[in-house]
């Protein structure tokens, strides 16, 4: 069952529908907003807030305009950048307080390639949050989730132009870095 | 790396993006036919691509979707309750203050109203006020 169908069922009333639509899309949409983030808890509570939303605003979504996945990674990415905004205010107001989160292991028995593919995980996610966090959402959403252009500068209500220079200077930044820590 | 390099790079970019046009395009394969330098950052642009796409998919802890489920349930319920809980609420006290300000509004002018009449002599001030009257048009006559 596709996307599209697993919607219209759920309008219809089938409740197991969206359960499955989260249970598909929940790993990328957690993943945007901790990589925006840098927070667990505040990633998990806006991931939910995201699918809560798309939840009470289903009948709004239309497909032609692009896949669900699409449209719920858009709304997490608004979310967390006006939690971003939000929380650099409070970062003003009661300055020095917490730094990114790593990404820790769930459990310590992992084999080695498992323990590999995390630092591997970490390095990135650490290399990602010292982008500017538009930057960092344009990159997220092109590679990471294969957005168009038009459809990113859409989200994040820029002009095209800018979410063009953005991807360049991300990718340009994280190339370099990538290279001083020695993974390229 | 050379000028040419550096000033092509933004222009590499937009060609691996797809937003080149047909002139850059052919500008920027020329150049990476060639340059090594430029051939390497690419690739190393790809394997950027490739870690971002790597990393991004994050499992959730555990019990993200039972909690989910209770922040759908509860919503719909709750907002229907408090709907209903505020409107019956804010009519009340709407009620109230219209009743009892109200009343209360209309007595104090209605007593008010009642003081003047019973108070004043109207009768007698109209014919003062009219003999007044007269006398200064009698005056000006």
Redesign the interface.
């Known amino acids: 069952m596709d996307d599209d169908e697993l919607v219209r069922c759920c309008l219809n009333g089938c409740g197991w529908a969206?359960?499955e639509l989260?249970?598909r899309y929940?790993?990328?949409v957690?993943?945007?907003a901790?990589?925006l983030l840098g927070d667990?808890d505040l990633a998990?509570d806006l991931?939910?807030e995201a699918?809560?939303r798309a939840?009470?605003k289903l009948e709004l979504f239309d497909s032609t305009k692009g896949s669900f996945s699409v449209w719920v990674v858009a709304l997490t990415t608004r979310l967390c950048l006006n939690a971003l905004k939000r929380r650099n205010l409070e970062r003003r107001l009661f300055a020095g307080q917490e730094d990114a989160e790593a990404?820790e292991p769930s459990d310590n028995t992992c084999s080695f390639e498992e323990w590999l593919?995390m630092e591997?995980?970490e390095v990135?996610?650490n290399l990602?949050l010292s982008l500017p966090p538009m930057q960092r959402a344009a990159?997220?959403l092109r590679?990471?989730?294969d957005m168009s252009?038009h459809d990113i500068a859409q989200v994040l209500r820029v002009p095209v132009g800018t979410v063009?220079v953005w991807?360049?200077r991300g990718?340009?930044t994280?190339?370099r870095r990538?290279?001083e820590v020695g993974?390229? | 790396m050379t000028d040419k390099c550096s000033k092509l790079l933004p222009k590499i970019h937009e060609w691996l993006e797809g937003c080149a046009d047909e002139e850059t395009a052919l500008l920027v394969q020329w150049h990476l036919r060639d340059c090594v330098h430029c051939q390497q950052i690419v690739s190393e642009w790809q394997f950027v691509v490739e870690e971002i796409r790597f990393a991004l998919p994050t499992t959730p802890p555990e019990g993200f979707e039972e909690r989910l489920k209770q922040r759908i349930s509860k919503p719909q319920i709750l907002s229907w309750c408090e709907l209903a809980v505020s409107w019956a609420l804010t009519s009340t006290g709407v009620a109230i203050t219209v009743f009892w300000f109200g009343s209360s509004l209309a007595s104090v002018l209605r007593s008010l109203f009642q003081w003047l009449l019973e108070t004043i002599n109207w009768s007698a001030l109209l014919t003062v006020w009219l003999q007044q009257f007269l006398e200064l048009v009698n005056r000006w006559v």
């Open positions: 969206f359960d989260v249970k929940r790993d990328r957690y993943g945007v901790l990589h667990r998990e991931a939910q699918f809560l939840f009470q990404i593919a591997r995980r990135i996610h990602l990159l997220l590679y990471g989730e252009i063009k991807l360049f990718r340009e994280l190339r990538l290279k993974l390229l």
